[in-house]
């Protein structure tokens, strides 16, 4: 007797169909795997086994043989236990054979016969979809995730729920898809006092997606300003919110109870990160930092800290808002349109631009330290903001403006946006006489018109004139740090 379920393997950030056939002959009682790396096939046999007969069904004592199909495809993963467990009781007649292949499955067993989530259940749930299906079998906690693909999900607890659903003795829960909460929570800019420079530079990254270095002495409140960002930038479509949910699904990262990722991620990786980590790679392919900032923030405190590799291959995402990492058979594509903001001192001592302390840095500990920064990492940093230490005044003064009016100017502004930018004559004419004597490259002119059409924007105005154009320029790194690069 034959029997088939379907389920769905994750290749990078996609879920492929995956056919698990279960074949059972008369014979001396076997089990085999086929189709399956080793290790994964032997971990799903114990768990297979043990949880059939945990959940009080039959373990049938003849030779199994079950196929993974297609061969060729690289499954991972302990997402195939419960696909292969509904098929083995299919072909061993104890579930509806018919019943069980209109539906999709997901899930790991625990030897209990418990149903685990895995990760991917939103992409996995969109394929099953696309295939025609129109039901999920799967953990309970991964149905608001299934739901959002416009699958109905079957949230079982155990094996021996899902086996009851498909002889139809249980009826399970019906799971509406999660709705966005949107709201920002999160730190608020009203408790950063005076900064007014780079509160301004705040606001335009936001209401632009522009990368912002914030440079400094410590504790003037770069790292407090910069984990503010995410609370100012306007609310993600559900289009994004859906894109964003995927990538976080595929990774693992859902946070309980939050099935559906609405504000703009916020990723901050330790300096210590690998460039795996960062870009992404390995097995699978997984997804890295950059991606998982897609649509949000990658925030690299203590920018100077990090491996410089990983810093250099930021410059391809920054570029194209996408990163191609290269595998067995072709190259894979992730999403990664994130703002870049990176925060550093000076110096490694920290004294240099603080009027209270002194550099003890010697010149060849200054010049290793900024050799970590290359000039065309510099370049993507549309703005470059020094936070200076505050007065006491102003830190004894009223509390900053809050998050959810900065949010409010940034939202409108935003959409005020056009590409290419809407130079006026004298706003290009200072942009022309900038290339020559910043220097500006290429690619930083292009930045600067930019930064200037959100600067107009901001203030409501259709074209940009020489004032934004000059602003943008004083957010430059040559500008703005002076003889430090
Ligand atoms: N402008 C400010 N308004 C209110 N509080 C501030 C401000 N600047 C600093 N602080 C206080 O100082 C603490 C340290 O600030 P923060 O960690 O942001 O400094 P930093 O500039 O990142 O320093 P470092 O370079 O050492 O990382 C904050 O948690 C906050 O309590
Ligand atoms: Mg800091
Ligand atoms: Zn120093």
């Known amino acids: 007797m034959l029997a088939r379920a379907t389920t769905h393997a994750l290749v990078g950030l996609e879920a492929w169909p995956v056919e698990v056939e279960a074949h059972l002959q008369r014979g001396v009682p ?75 499955a997901l899930g790991e067993l625990a030897l209990d016969g418990r149903v685990r989530p895995v990760p991917g259940a939103l992409v996995a749930a969109e394929a099953a979809r696309r ?43 019906r799971v509406a898809p999660p709705e966005a909460r949107n709201g920002s929570g999160g730190p608020d800019l009203a408790d950063v006092r005076g900064q007014e420079r780079a509160r301004r530079a705040l606001e335009l990254a936001a209401a ?35 894109e964003v949910t995927r990538i976080h699904s595929v990774a693992g990262l859902l946070p309980a109870g939050r099935p559906l990722v609405d504000r703009p991620p916020f990723r901050a990786p330790h300096h210590t990160a690998s460039t795996a980590a960062i870009v992404g790679g390995g097995a699978g392919p997984r997804p890295g930092e950059a991606t998982l900032a897609h649509r949000g923030v990658l925030f690299l405190d203590e920018l100077a800290e990090f491996y410089r590799p990983a810093l250099e291959a930021l410059r391809q995402p920054l570029e ?7 595998r067995v058979q072709g190259h894979a594509v992730f999403p990664a349109r994130f703002v870049l903001v990176g925060t550093m001192n000076l110096c490694p001592c920290g004294g240099r631009g603080d009027p209270a302390a002194q550099c003890s840095c010697s010149p ?8 970590k920064l290359s000039r065309a990492l510099l370049d993507r940093f549309d703005l470059v903001v020094q936070v200076p230490r505050a007065r006491s005044t102003e830190l004894a003064g009223s509390p900053g403006e809050a998050s959810a009016v900065v949010r409010g100017r940034v939202e409108s502004a935003a959409v005020r946006l056009r590409d290419p930018p809407d130079l006026s004559k004298p706003g ?58």
């Open 208 to 242: 632009g997606r522009h990368n912002l270095l914030l440079a400094g002495p410590p504790g003037t409140g770069k790292t407090m300003l910069a984990r503010r960002l995410p609370g100012i930038l306007p609310e993600l479509t559900i289009e994004q919110a859906l």
């Open 364 to 371: 060849q500990r200054l010049a290793a330290y900024r050799d």
């Open 30 to 104: 076997a089990f085999s795997i086929v189709g399956l790396p080793d290790k994964a096939c032997q971990e799903a046999k114990e768990r297979v086994r043990s949880g059939i007969t945990s959940a009080e069904l039959e373990w049938p004592l003849r030779r199994l043989t079950v196929n993974l199909a297609p061969a060729g495809l690289r499954k991972e993963g302990s997402g195939f236990d419960l696909p292969i467990a509904l098929a083995v009781l299919a072909a061993s007649h104890q579930i509806p054979a018919e019943r069980l292949a209109q539906h999709a």
């Open 131 to 173: 295939a025609g299906l129109e039901r999920l079998i799967c953990p309970p906690e991964s149905a608001p995730e299934a739901a959002l693909a416009g699958i109905e999900p079957i949230p079982v607890e155990h094996l021996a729920q899902a086996g009851a659903y498909l002889r139809g003795t249980f009826k399970p829960p």
């Open 428 to 485: 290009a004419e200072l942009l022309a006489r900038a290339v020559d004597s910043l220097p500006l490259s290429g690619r930083g002119r292009a930045r600067v018109a930019r930064v200037a059409e959100t600067i107009a924007a901001l203030a409501g105005e259709a074209s940009v004139g020489a004032e934004h154009v000059a602003e943008a320029l004083s957010y430059r790194s040559p500008t703005e740090l002076g003889s430090w690069t």
């Open 320 to 326: 194209d808002g996408s990163i191609a990492i290269a």
